[in-house]
């Protein structure tokens, strides 16, 4: 969900690079999980702001610019278990991560292991036998996507 910069001030505060489509969507979950080097730890978010594309927070029991820059480099993670639902036809990137792709001609082009926000729309980035595709997670690329099945069916040749 994003990354935390560094330090803001001298009171604990601290910058968070988002990777979410709104930079405040982070502030609809009170409680965050902070993880970097196979450790993890749980942290309750007491206040938030936007300040361009950052998010500028309060963390309880971060006092200090000392305290908040030990926390530099720690990614920001919610349970999926409290994402609000997805609109129809709406997914998040998590759901689509390891999601087979298969084209019309029933051919597998691989799994998507991640996707890119370009401004015009997203992109779904799938590496598979026939080397890494960049495919347009548009309607007129995007035939079904089925999380029950695992499986984005794309109009999309292997030689593109």
Not at 62 to 83: C, H, M, P, Q, Y
Not at 107 to 123: N, P, R, S, Y
Request: hydrophobic content about 45%.
């Amino acid at each position: 969900m994003g990354y935390i910069k560094g330090a803001l001030g001298v009171k604990g505060w601290l910058k968070v690079a988002v990777s979410t489509e709104y930079a405040d969507s982070l502030l609809d979950y009170p409680k965050w999980r902070l993880s970097k080097d196979g450790s993890s730890c749980f942290a309750a978010v007491v206040e938030g702001r936007v300040s361009g594309d950052e998010l500028h927070v309060k963390l309880e029991g971060v006092d200090s610019r000392d305290a908040a820059f030990a926390l530099r480099g720690f990614t920001v993670e919610i349970n999926r278990a409290d994402f609000a639902e997805a609109e129809e036809d709406e997914y998040y990137w998590a759901d689509l991560i390891d999601l087979a792709v298969y084209n019309r001609e029933l051919m597998c082009l691989g799994e998507v292991v991640q996707l890119l926000q370009t401004g015009a729309h997203d992109v779904l980035v799938v590496r598979g036998e026939y080397g890494e595709k960049l495919i347009p997670f548009v309607a007129q690329y995007i035939d079904r996507v089925c999380l029950a099945d695992k499986r984005i069916d794309v109009d999309w040749g292997v030689d593109y």
